[in-house]
């Protein structure tokens, strides 16, 4: 019973270049949230997302970031040109369904390190 | 505007005693109340969480104190253990199907229990 995969766990780039960072939920969840962490401070929501639409993405920054959880695959986050204050630890998170209060279950992170 | 709010960075109690860790929210929307624990290098993984509609919440050593009207909710750790020792975080959900799923974190209080 695999948890929340996120791959990789270490991400290296350098100003300019691009950042895609992936995530599997759990088996049968269909609900999908990234957060960001930056360091000395607590988890910043981004975006919710569901197979094929973004629901809400209003913790999201207006340019170079986007998201999408296509109906087949993992979701992913993409950071286009990244400049060194994207360099954080961004987990993702899964929940079952809609309208219940669930609880998410996170993997464990992609730490991103911009040079 | 921060609308989850642990005021206490760290906390640091002794083997066997009671830790509590406190939390304050501004939201009144938030109805549902959950706790996350987060070791280090790892994402972090589901405590206990409350409705509002209830003022209490227990699950073996851990219980969960709401407060409606003070807009302050408590993590009760008794006996606590070396083993607690980790980053708890305060994360708060909206009313309504859509946002069942967007939680909103504090910034975490790190417990350390010294044996």
């Known amino acids: 019973n695999a948890g929340v995969m996120q791959n990789p766990r270490h991400l290296v780039r350098r100003r300019g270049q691009e950042a895609r960072l992936r995530c599997s939920p759990m088996?049968?969840?269909?609900?999908v949230y990234w957060y960001r962490q930056l360091p000395e401070e607590g988890l910043k929501f981004m975006v919710y997302?569901?197979?094929?639409?973004?629901?809400?993405e209003s913790g999201m920054p207006k340019e170079r970031f986007s998201a999408e959880f296509p109906k087949e695959g993992p979701s992913i986050l993409r950071i286009q040109q990244v400049v060194r204050g994207d360099s954080a630890a961004y987990f993702c998170?899964?929940?079952?369904?809609?309208?219940?209060?669930?609880?998410?279950?996170f993997g464990p992170g992609t730490r991103l390190t911009v040079l | 505007d921060q609308q989850v709010k642990q005021n206490s960075p760290s906390l640091s109690v002794q083997e066997g005693r009671i830790s509590i860790l406190n939390c304050d929210y501004t939201?009144?929307?938030?109805?549902?109340f959950l706790w996350y624990k987060k070791y280090p290098a790892e994402g972090p993984t589901f405590l206990i969480s409350?409705?509002?509609?209830?003022d209490k919440n227990e699950d073996g050593r851990f219980t969960v104190f709401l407060n409606k009207s003070a807009k302050h909710l408590s993590l009760h750790i008794v006996p606590s253990q070396p083993g607690d020792s980790a980053v708890y975080f305060c994360?708060?959900?909206?009313?309504?199907?859509?946002?069942?799923?967007?939680?909103?974190f504090g910034d975490g209080t790190t417990l350390t229990v010294k044996p």
């Open positions: 409350i409705s509002s509609i209830k």
């Open positions: 997302l569901q197979k094929e639409n973004i629901i809400d």
């Open positions: 939201n009144s929307m938030f109805d549902y």
């Open positions: 998170a899964s929940s079952p369904g809609p309208g219940t209060y669930n609880e998410q279950f």
């Open positions: 088996k049968g969840h269909s609900h």
């Open positions: 994360a708060a959900s909206p009313m309504g199907n859509t946002n069942a799923g967007k939680s909103t």
